[in-house]
């Protein structure tokens, strides 16, 4: 059974950093690259981030390039979102999912947690 733990999320002040982590189990981990994804109030579940299976590329979402940093630890079937510089409009769930640019395995989403950018 495929299972995506997130966790690392919090309340933080503008310009401040967390560091997300999804621990992944029910699947080969280091054969699918990896992304992380957000959902904000009122709009659609969007990509940020994504990482190739061997964490040779990664792609970002034009609002946090510069500013977040994805990677993984395949022997930990784990994936990271460094978030630094936030911004109150970076406030949403974050989840991951297999998959670069666009969700592999969207029958098992987790529940996400909750990162909020307030002063």
């Known amino acids: 059974q495929v299972q995506l733990v997130e966790s690392g999320g919090g309340l933080v002040q503008p310009g401040g950093s967390l560091r997300l982590s999804c621990a992944a189990s029910g699947f080969t981990f280091s054969s699918y690259a990896m992304s992380w994804y957000r959902q904000a109030p009122g709009k659609e579940r969007e990509l940020v981030a994504g990482?190739?299976?061997?964490?040779?590329?990664?792609n970002y979402a034009d609002s946090v390039k510069g500013r977040f940093t994805i990677s993984r630890h395949n022997a930990e079937n784990t994936v990271y979102l460094q978030m630094n510089s936030l911004k109150p409009e970076d406030t949403a769930v974050y989840y991951c999912?297999?998959?670069?640019?666009?969700?592999?395995?969207?029958?098992?989403w987790g529940l996400g947690t909750q990162v909020t950018v307030s002063s």
């Open positions: 999912n297999a998959g670069f640019r666009a969700p592999l395995m969207s029958g098992y």
């Open positions: 990482i190739t299976s061997a964490g040779t590329s990664t």
